[in-house]
């Protein structure tokens, strides 16, 4: 979505915490071919994706792998060959068959005298579990700061597996969105300008993969991811995006080459070159009797232009032409954010775990699903110190006051951009007979507590949503305060399906089910400036199911 930014909150910070632009570094790691670490992912009950990645300058190497359900390897149940092939950037994947359900392996890679680090993993359970911890993940953005959400989900004892919604790199170039942040702590992106070709995606994959945070959770949990939109560029829809210009080449090329560099730096299948393979990218967990995840693909299959206020500024004088336009123009039924195809899995994974008996249906999602049309704030007394108002000839988003003044969507790049799709999704859930969804989501890099009703007003679930890894709130926007932004957190708790919000931390989510409550945890690190895995716990929430549907308890 686009971004609004406060650099100056995070320079002050900086400054306070006493440290030298460009110094707040973590000790390097030492010399090793493997300087991306290794990583697992896409389980399932008898298979897992080891990842890891060769730095060698040899066209094609051969680097040995081995899991074993010891840390010592003294007890090796697979071993293997996999070739690092510069045709694939060097990076080694081996999709690890064979394995027991619910299993914990331990592994690592070889290279000629070099080993890897060790990793470790699990196979999806099958059967009764009792127990499952999910880290909700999402918006990890290099030059605003250490990842050190990942660092503390890779402590997290209570984590058995972890879901990024999306936004895993970012496309900007070093002088765009947080590059002044990136230059004073020493975190500035490569390459430096924006990522356009296969060779640019590919360095800023590394670079993202070079944290020791990142590293750390990845070698400590299995990885399962939905994509969003910084993946590839900001704002995409089937047939081009918001940060895609005529001088920036060919649209195709540049998503083809994205979706290449992202299936060979992240532990997943890839399906292939084969045409429209990469971009349905979706997937089903299932994890034994307990739950299904559902994760969803909302940006290069089915998703329609993205609305344009600037195109419509002129018009919404009055509420009879703001009412026309969320009808005609925002509530457009013909507008899709999934293809037909991925709405058919939704509804064959949904129906087959009611039919299971399973008491949990997740879905994940890139945005929030939740209507969060902005309240009106003037009536509430929320002002900025200073309104900056909205041209839409220079501002690519409008002003929070304009869209507030309307009740309009915050974004019309998120589910209020596309209530019809919304809708459509609902009716397929429920014709799966699951009105009981507990959906997991990112983007908005706030978190959220959501309740979740269709148009008639039938209850369809709860939502989580997860604050970034590093990116900013964008309710600290210049103009407002921190205390006046810190009451929209409460102004938009106004709405109807809006329990609790916050916009001024990064961290995570852990999500704990068991097979009568689920409890929810918004973790907030206390900082992303300097490496630091400290965190605490700002808001803990039960969820129960009542009446055929999930309730916050």
């Given at each position: 979505?686009?971004?609004?930014?406060?650099?100056?909150?995070?320079?002050?910070?900086?400054?306070?915490?006493?440290?030298?632009?460009?110094?707040?570094?973590?000790?390097?790691?030492?010399?090793?071919?493997?300087?991306?670490?290794?990583?697992?992912?896409?389980?399932?009950?008898?298979?897992?994706?080891?990842?890891?990645?060769?730095?060698?300058?040899?066209?094609?190497?051969?680097?040995?792998?081995?899991?074993?359900?010891?840390?010592?390897?003294?007890?090796?149940?697979?071993?293997?060959?996999?070739?690092?092939?510069?045709?694939?950037?060097?990076?080694?994947?081996?999709?690890?068959?064979?394995?027991?359900?619910?299993?914990?392996?331990?592994?690592?890679?070889?290279?000629?005298?070099?080993?890897?680090?060790?990793?470790?993993?699990?196979?999806?359970?099958?059967?009764?579990?009792?127990r499952?911890?999910?880290?909700?993940?999402?918006?990890?953005?290099?030059?605003?700061?250490?990842?050190?959400?990942?660092?503390?989900?890779?402590?997290?004892?209570a984590?058995?597996?972890?879901?990024h919604?999306?936004?895993?790199?970012?496309?900007?170039?070093?002088?765009?969105?947080?590059?002044?942040?990136?230059?004073?702590?020493?975190?500035?992106?490569?390459?430096?300008?924006?990522?356009?070709?296969?060779?640019?995606?590919?360095?800023?994959?590394?670079?993202?993969?070079?944290?020791?945070?990142?590293?750390?959770?990845?070698?400590?949990?299995?990885?399962?991811?939905?994509?969003?939109?910084?993946?590839?560029?900001?704002?995409?829809?089937?047939?081009?995006?918001?940060?895609?210009?005529?001088?920036?080449?060919?649209?195709?090329?540049?998503?083809?080459?994205?979706?290449?560099?992202?299936?060979?730096?992240?532990?997943?299948?890839?399906?292939?070159?084969?045409?429209?393979?990469?971009?349905?990218?979706?997937?089903?967990?299932?994890?034994?009797?307990?739950?299904?995840?559902?994760?969803?693909?909302?940006?290069?299959?089915?998703?329609?232009?993205?609305?344009?206020?600037?195109?419509?500024?002129e018009?919404?004088k009055?509420?009879?032409?703001?009412?026309?336009?969320?009808?005609?123009?925002?509530?457009?039924?013909?507008?899709?954010?999934?293809?037909?195809?991925?709405?058919?899995?939704?509804?064959?994974?949904?129906?087959?775990?009611v039919?299971?008996?399973?008491?949990?249906?997740?879905?994940?999602?890139?945005?929030?699903?939740a209507?969060?049309?902005?309240?009106?704030l003037?009536?509430?007394?929320?002002?900025p110190?200073?309104?900056?108002?909205?041209?839409?000839?220079?501002?690519p988003?409008?002003d929070l006051?304009?869209?507030?003044?309307?009740?309009?969507?915050?974004?019309?790049?998120?589910?209020?951009g596309?209530?019809?799709?919304?809708?459509?999704?609902?009716?397929?859930?429920?014709?799966?007979?699951?009105?009981?969804?507990?959906?997991?989501?990112?983007?908005?890099?706030s978190?959220?507590?959501?309740?979740?009703?269709?148009?008639?007003?039938?209850?369809?679930?709860?939502?989580?949503?997860?604050?970034?890894?590093?990116?900013?709130?964008?309710?600290?926007?210049?103009?407002?305060?921190?205390?006046?932004?810190?009451?929209?957190?409460?102004?938009?708790?106004?709405?109807?399906?809006?329990?609790?919000?916050?916009?001024?931390?990064?961290?995570?989510?852990?999500?704990?089910?068991?097979?009568?409550?689920?409890?929810?945890?918004?973790?907030?690190?206390?900082?992303?400036?300097?490496?630091?895995?400290?965190?605490?716990?700002?808001?803990?929430?039960?969820?129960?199911?009542?009446?055929?549907?999930?309730?916050?308890?």
């Amino acid at each position: 979505m686009p971004m609004k930014l406060d650099r100056r909150t995070a320079l002050a910070a900086l400054a306070a915490a006493g440290v030298a632009p460009g110094l707040a570094q973590a000790k390097a790691p030492p010399p090793t071919r493997f300087r991306h670490g290794v990583a697992s992912g896409d389980p399932t009950a008898d298979s897992v994706v080891l990842w890891t990645r060769l730095t060698t300058t040899s066209a094609r190497e051969t680097v040995r792998w081995e899991m074993s359900r010891d840390a010592a390897f003294k007890d090796i149940v697979r071993k293997g060959e996999s070739i690092a092939d510069g045709a694939a950037d060097h990076t080694v994947k081996a999709i690890v068959s064979g394995l027991e359900p619910g299993a914990r392996y331990h592994y690592r890679f070889h290279a000629g005298a070099d080993v890897s680090p060790t990793g470790r993993t699990r196979t999806l359970p099958r059967g009764h579990l009792g127990r499952l911890g999910i880290a909700l993940v999402s918006c990890s953005n290099f030059p605003f700061g250490w990842f050190n959400a990942y660092a503390a989900i890779a402590k997290d004892p209570a984590i058995d597996i972890v879901l990024h919604t999306g936004d895993y790199i970012y496309e900007y170039g070093a002088a765009q969105w947080g590059g002044d942040v990136g230059k004073a702590i020493g975190r500035v992106h490569e390459p430096a300008g924006e990522t356009l070709s296969l060779a640019d995606y590919r360095r800023r994959h590394a670079q993202y993969k070079s944290d020791p945070g990142s590293q750390a959770m990845h070698a400590a949990h299995p990885f399962v991811a939905c994509w969003d939109d910084h993946e590839v560029t900001n704002n995409p829809w089937i047939g081009g995006a918001q940060n895609h210009q005529p001088d920036e080449g060919d649209w195709v090329a540049r998503r083809t080459a994205a979706l290449q560099a992202y299936y060979e730096w992240m532990p997943i299948r890839d399906p292939g070159p084969a045409p429209g393979a990469r971009e349905a990218f979706w997937r089903t967990y299932a994890f034994g009797d307990l739950a299904t995840l559902v994760t969803m693909e909302s940006r290069h299959t089915g998703r329609d232009r993205q609305v344009s206020y600037a195109e419509h500024f002129e018009t919404i004088k009055t509420k009879a032409y703001r009412d026309a336009f969320m009808r005609d123009v925002i509530g457009d039924p013909t507008r899709r954010m999934l293809s037909p195809a991925m709405e058919a899995h939704i509804g064959a994974s949904l129906a087959q775990s009611v039919a299971a008996g399973q008491p949990w249906r997740l879905l994940g999602s890139a945005s929030p699903i939740a209507r969060m049309l902005v309240p009106d704030l003037a009536a509430l007394g929320v002002l900025p110190a200073k309104q900056r108002g909205y041209d839409p000839k220079a501002a690519p988003t409008p002003d929070l006051l304009w869209t507030a003044k309307w009740n309009l969507p915050f974004y019309t790049d998120t589910w209020d951009g596309y209530p019809a799709a919304r809708e459509r999704l609902y009716a397929t859930c429920a014709t799966a007979g699951a009105r009981d969804l507990l959906v997991l989501a990112g983007d908005s890099h706030s978190f959220w507590m959501n309740e979740l009703f269709d148009a008639s007003g039938a209850r369809m679930g709860v939502e989580l949503g997860t604050a970034g890894v590093t990116s900013p709130g964008d309710f600290v926007e210049s103009g407002w305060d921190d205390e006046t932004a810190r009451r929209l957190d409460r102004a938009f708790e106004t709405l109807d399906e809006v329990v609790w919000t916050d916009n001024f931390h990064q961290g995570y989510v852990r999500v704990e089910l068991t097979p009568d409550v689920a409890r929810a945890t918004a973790v907030a690190v206390r900082t992303v400036l300097t490496p630091d895995a400290s965190t605490f716990d700002l808001r803990t929430a039960r969820i129960v199911r009542k009446d055929g549907t999930l309730v916050y308890a």
